[in-house]
């Protein structure tokens, strides 16, 4: 939080993540709000993960499923408890999973399936504060940690995925 606020001037405007153990949301969020209370949070959940219901109807209930790992979950931790989540998202890998594959491609950057989730949470974000605002997320992961899921057009075409023509793998 504090690295985030500096490296920003202090313009940040949200900042979202995804949540494993809660850990990095929480403390993130709590250094960006004690700064300045407007800072939206966000939580960018998978599918299969039960904090998006969490945060929109107090109930822990999770649906469907993610090919990301490490990430998401269907308990609030006491490191979590507290956090305020202005704006939570549910991501598919859908959606995530093309970001990974354009960050490859465009940004020449291999990141894992976690980014990906806060790539779109943070696009989602965007979205809804409009033009002109900053964001931040985490691109936390290593697409090579992965690779046996990311880079398996088998696997990915049995979760109705698609890897890219141009990985020709």
């Given at each position: 939080g504090p690295e985030i606020w500096e490296q920003t001037n202090g313009t940040v405007?949200?900042?979202?993540?995804?949540?494993g153990t809660g850990g990095s949301l929480a403390g993130i969020?709590?250094?960006?709000?004690?700064?300045?209370?407007d800072v939206k949070i966000s939580v960018s959940d998978p599918t299969g993960s039960a904090l998006y219901n969490y945060f929109t109807s107090?109930?822990?209930k999770a649906e469907g499923g993610s090919i990301s790992e490490g990430i998401g979950t269907s308990r609030i931790t006491d490191n979590f408890a507290d956090t305020v989540v202005d704006?939570?998202?549910?991501?598919?890998d859908s959606e995530s999973i093309p970001l990974v594959f354009d960050m490859i491609r465009l940004e020449g950057l291999c990141c894992g399936g976690s980014t990906g989730v806060n790539v779109a949470g943070a696009v989602r974000l965007a979205q809804e504060l409009g033009p002109g605002h900053v964001i931040v997320t985490l691109l936390c992961d290593s697409g090579l940690r992965y690779r046996e899921r990311l880079f398996n057009r088998k696997f990915l075409e049995d979760k109705g995925l698609i890897l890219p023509d141009w990985l020709n793998l």
């Open positions: 405007d949200g900042f979202v993540c995804a949540v969020s709590r250094a960006l709000k004690s700064r300045n209370a107090g109930e822990l704006i939570p998202f549910q991501i598919s």
